[in-house]
């Protein structure tokens, strides 16, 4: 199995940064992607970034040049830079990550389990 740990929300002022991070452990596994999502008060959960084991990356049209995905594949960990927050970013946040379980041939999901990011003044 694949435990997926958060850390990095908090209540930061419109125009803040904010760092999250996302360690992946187990053991017998590669991961295949790992990224954000988030879930606003009332509204469905929503792709942020999303960055594959080659490093292609994918951003939501709505973060685009304020949040930045990157990953250290060795730690099996992803980061998301956070700046010019507003408070349409109040979300809580989910880790993601597409896994292999050596050596199934088979890709498997894993969440995080949340945490809240509140851009308020």
């Known amino acids: 199995q694949v435990q997926l740990v958060e850390s990095g929300g908090g209540l930061v002022q419109p125009g803040g940064s904010l760092r999250l991070s996302c360690a992946a452990s187990?053991?017998?596994?590669?991961?295949?992607?790992m990224g954000w999502y988030r879930q606003a008060p009332g509204k469905q959960r929503e792709l942020v970034a999303i960055?594959?084991?080659?490093?292609?990356?994918d951003y939501a049209d709505t973060v685009k040049g304020r949040l930045t995905i990157s990953r250290d594949n060795a730690e099996n960990t992803v980061y998301l830079q956070m700046n010019s927050l507003n408070s349409e970013d109040t979300a809580v946040y989910y880790c993601?990550?597409?896994?292999?379980?050596?050596?199934?041939?088979?890709?498997?999901?894993?969440w995080g389990q949340g945490t809240q990011v509140t851009v308020s003044s």
């Open positions: 187990g053991s017998g596994f590669r991961v295949n992607a």
């Open positions: 993601y990550a597409r896994v292999v379980l050596i050596p199934r041939p088979y890709e498997y999901q894993y």
């Open positions: 960055i594959n084991s080659g490093g292609r990356i």
